[in-house]
């Protein structure tokens, strides 16, 4: 089995003059439960604000038709920059996933089996330091079951500091169609029963890129 990594992370409790931060276990968050984990690159960015607001819009519609549980949204962030920014949009289905020091999102990096590779990246070029790379992985009780993240653009051999910020496979509804299909999350969790590796989407029919030419999601973050 592909077991999710494990860390503390920091989040808010209380009201007022009680506000505090508390440590909260990931596998604690996530145990008997799928759940869809959407990582972003950053807090008020363009295209993370609308990924995230793609993910709560069709949120009653995950759990419904889905295996999913709740949805949480990773971004290295703390979580009073995370709190404000959710409270900027109006989220209130989709739970927020702080990771302000990226220590987390770097374990993913290092030993994450799926959520491996680049998972984390470096933004320099545009002052922020390491941050996730655009992905969304699908756990079942800690366990990595679908992993999709964006392709690196063509001609580059690496997602470091790179000009632009892909947004196309990463999509609400391009997932929600994936975990749709029944027939294909059964033959997943098939594979997941019979070996200690997981399955990436590599190895299942790719999404497809939206197809309007102005898709105000495209876009670089500026």
Request: proline fraction near 5%; charged fraction near 25%.
């Amino acid at each position: 089995m592909n077991l999710l990594p494990n860390a503390e992370l920091f989040f808010l409790s209380g009201k007022g003059a009680k506000r505090k931060l508390v440590k909260k276990a990931v596998h604690d968050l996530f145990a008997d439960k799928d759940v869809l984990i959407v990582a972003v690159c950053g807090a008020y960015t363009p295209p993370c604000t609308q990924m995230v607001k793609e993910y709560e819009a069709l949120y009653d519609t995950f759990i419904k038709e889905t295996i999913v549980d709740e949805i949480y949204i990773l971004s290295m962030n703390d979580p009073f920059v995370m709190e404000e920014w959710f409270k900027s949009m109006k989220i209130k289905k989709c739970k927020m996933l702080p990771d302000g020091n990226g220590a987390y999102v770097l374990r993913l990096a290092n030993q994450g089996g799926m959520a491996a590779s680049q998972c984390a990246i470096e933004m320099y070029n545009k002052g922020m330091g390491k941050r996730a790379w655009r992905w969304v992985l699908l756990v079942e009780n800690n366990i990595q079951m679908v992993y999709l993240e964006e392709e690196t653009p063509d001609g580059q051999g690496t997602r470091d500091n790179l000009d632009t910020d892909p947004f196309e496979l990463t999509h609400a509804q391009q997932m929600l169609d994936l975990l749709k299909n029944r027939d294909q999350i059964d033959h997943i969790k098939a594979q997941n029963d019979s070996t200690d590796k997981g399955l990436y989407l590599d190895n299942t029919p790719k999404p497809t890129k939206p197809k309007s030419k102005n898709n105000p999601l495209d876009q670089s973050m500026r």
